[in-house]
Structure formats: C-alpha cells, structure tokens
T-cell receptor
Framework: AQTVTQSQPEMSVQEAETVTLSCTYD???????LFWYKQPPSRQMILVIRQEAYKQQNATENRFSVNFQKAAKSFSLKISDSQLGDTAMYFC??????????FGKGTRLHILP | SQTIHQWPATLVQPVGSPLSLECTVE??????LYWYRQAAGRGLQLLFYSVGIGQISSEVPQNLSASRPQDRQFILSSKKLLLSDSGFYLC???????????FGQGTRLTVV
C-alpha cells in the first residue's frame, strides 16, 4: 500500500528563520506527483508546491522549495524567511497513476514573533 | 474558472440519524472527486474517490457511502451516524492528468 509519513507532528521557529518539514513516502510506481498543502486556522486547504517525479529539478515557489530525493523517497519542504502568516498545518501528499491522492498526518508549524 | 461548493458548513446530528453531505463542481467536466475526513488535530483520511460517474473507490470500510449521481456532483451519506463519524469533511476535485486537488470549504460534523 502507498503511504505518506510526516515524522514531525509539531515545529516552532522564529520569524525570518528557515525551517524544513520532512516527508517520506512509499510506492512501487515510477511516475507520480507530490504536493505540499497548507491548512491555516481557517481550515481551507491551499496548495503550496508540487513536484513531478520524473523531473529531477526541485520545485520552487518564492520562499518555498522542496528537496526531492526520488531514490530515498523523500520530499521535504523548506520555508525561507518564515513569516507569521506561514503558521499553519502542512500536509505532504502523493498522487498515484490512478489519480488517488493520499495525505500524511501533517506537521503543525508555529512561526514565533 | 472552476469552483467547488460544499455544504453545509456546520452540522450537528444525533447518533443514529442519517447524513447527506453534498459537493458540486462548476466550470469543468469529468472531474475526479474526493471525500476526505479530518479528525481533530489529525491528517486527512481518504474516504472515497471517483474518476467518473459510476466509478467510486472506497478506501476505508466504515459507516459511510458515496454516490455520484451527476458528473460534477458527489454525495457522502450515512444511514445511521455513529459518534465516531464526527470530524471535518472535505470534498476536493482534480482535473486528472496528475494535477493537484482543489478543496471545498469543508463541513464540520458533530454527532451527539
């Protein structure tokens, strides 16, 4: 079965610091997609970044970037120059070839002033 | 542009009562549709997903069922709610072709 594991239930960092959220996954497929979603207190799910498994280049979106290690099945999210508005629950997600999307249990991130 | 509507936003139901949560998508055709449940402070559990009318995959055997009566409509149901059915229910859609999912606003269900 395909699984997504986020080993950090909760993290806290000071504003302007850099933080890395970990994610590992398990699959036997070679082509798939990975995502990071943000869920602020409003509970609205917001896509942060996506990565296609066939692309070796790590995706970046402004202050957000990923470290995708396909062989290790690792997909970490780095947030640079963290801001108070980054406080949220962050979910790593995996989409397989059948368009099934599985989420990890999430990491609750607190940005401290 | 595409939009997703999910209702109601909040629901309090007694144990043993039926449930019907509705989700509709506008501005696209033949979307993939998903139902997730999020227990308090926990991750998203995939309940059902559908890649077309009449095609619904059940991921977790439990007290819930899903139907897709129309291309852009996805309904989550239960005949008799349990206390353990309480949670935050999220509907989502994707266009397939390995694109990301877009989520509705969610329904907070409390079974009392």
């Amino acid at each position: 079965a395909q699984t997504v594991t986020q080993s950090q239930p909760e993290m806290s960092v000071q504003e302007a610091e850099t933080v890395t959220l970990s994610c590992t996954y398990d699959t036997s497929e070679s082509n798939y997609y990975l995502f990071w979603y943000k869920q602020p207190p409003s509970r609205q799910m917001i896509l942060v970044i996506r990565q296609e498994a066939y692309k070796q280049q790590n995706a970046t979106e402004n202050r957000f970037s990923v470290n995708f290690q396909k062989a290790a099945k690792s997909f970490s999210l780095k947030i640079s120059d963290s801001q108070l508005g980054d406080t949220a629950m962050y979910f790593c997600a995996f989409m397989n070839r059948d368009d099934k999307i599985i989420f990890g249990k999430g990491t609750r991130l607190h940005i401290l002033p | 542009s595409q939009t997703i509507h999910q209702w109601p936003a909040t629901l309090v139901q007694p144990v043993g009562s039926p449930l019907s949560l509705e989700c509709t998508v506008e501005g696209t055709s033949n979307p993939n549709l998903y139902w997730y449940r999020q227990a308090a402070g926990r991750g998203l559990q995939l309940l059902f997903y559908s890649v077309g009318i009449g095609q619904i995959s059940s991921e977790v055997p439990q007290n819930l069922s899903a139907s897709r009566p129309q291309d852009r409509q996805f309904i989550l149901s239960s005949k008799k709610l349990l206390l353990s059915d309480s949670g935050f229910y999220l509907c989502a859609w994707s266009s397939g072709l390995n694109t990301e999912a877009f989520f509705g606003q969610g329904t907070r269900l409390t079974v009392v």
